[in-house]
């Protein structure tokens, strides 16, 4: 049974270009979480979907990200127009439900942004 | 105010030996479940055991043990007969049952251990 399955696990983007970020999600789960460590800090919650409906985005910055999590296919975080304070490592998690549920996380993607 | 407070940035242990990590929370919540996870170097993020607030008994799992005192609203993990394989960054976090509904999971700002051989 796969985990968590992220890519890229590193992406490098120049100030300006956008950055595209996949999740899938174990099998089974339809709940997915995005957070966000920056350097020698902790994680910090930034979205939650479902299948198709963002539930929680009360972390995400107001301009230039945004998520998804299509019917098909994996969850996308999206960065536009990538700042140099937006290098972290972005990690998804996902779980079988929501309230008593172990989040399992990904290994994470490493963006640099130059 | 700071819901998840981890106070070692870092710690030492010698292999064999037994460490406690310290992890205080704040919620106001009833019902909450608190989590640690493993971050070695590589980067990846282990799920390593979890303690829900109406769990009559510690959690424990293998080498791992929550030492869990509510009254105190602190979760120290334990890690017994530490291995040079423990060397990690280590979280804890909370995840809300009513303050947020959406179980997103708030964490704390890790401790660093080295377990010397």
């Known amino acids: 049974n796969a985990g968590v399955m992220q890519n890229p696990r590193h992406l490098v983007r120049r100030r300006g270009q956008e950055a595209r970020l996949r999740c899938s999600p174990m099998k089974g789960h339809s709940h997915v979480y995005w957070y966000r460590q920056l350097p020698e800090e902790g994680l910090k919650f930034m979205v939650y979907l479902q299948k198709e409906n963002i539930i929680d985005e009360s972390g995400m910055p107001k301009e230039r990200f945004s998520a998804e999590f299509p019917k098909e296919g994996p969850s996308i975080l999206r960065i536009q127009q990538v700042v140099r304070g937006d290098s972290a490592a972005y990690f998804c998690?996902?779980?079988?439900?929501?309230?008593?549920?172990?989040?399992?996380f990904g290994p994470g993607t490493r963006l640099l942004v130059l | 105010a700071q819901k998840i407070t981890q106070t070692q940035p870092g710690m030492f242990v010698q292999e064999k030996e037994a460490v406690t990590l310290d992890c205080t929370y704040d919620t106001s919540d009833p019902s909450y479940g608190l989590f640690w996870y493993k971050q070695p170097s590589s980067g990846e993020m282990i799920f390593l055991i979890y303690?829900?607030?109406?769990?009559?008994q510690n959690a424990t799992e293998g080498r791992y043990s929550l030492n869990f005192q509510k009254a105190r609203k602190s979760a120290n993990l334990v890690i017994s007969a530490s291995q040079l394989g423990d060397s990690a960054m280590y979280f804890c976090?909370?995840?809300?049952?009513?303050?947020?509904?959406?179980?997103?999971?708030?964490f704390g700002q890790g401790t660093t251990l080295q377990v010397k051989p």
């Open positions: 303690q829900g607030s109406y769990d009559q």
């Open positions: 976090a909370m995840r809300e049952a009513y303050s947020s509904n959406t179980g997103k999971l708030i």
């Open positions: 998690a996902s779980s079988p439900g929501v309230r008593q549920e172990t989040q399992y």
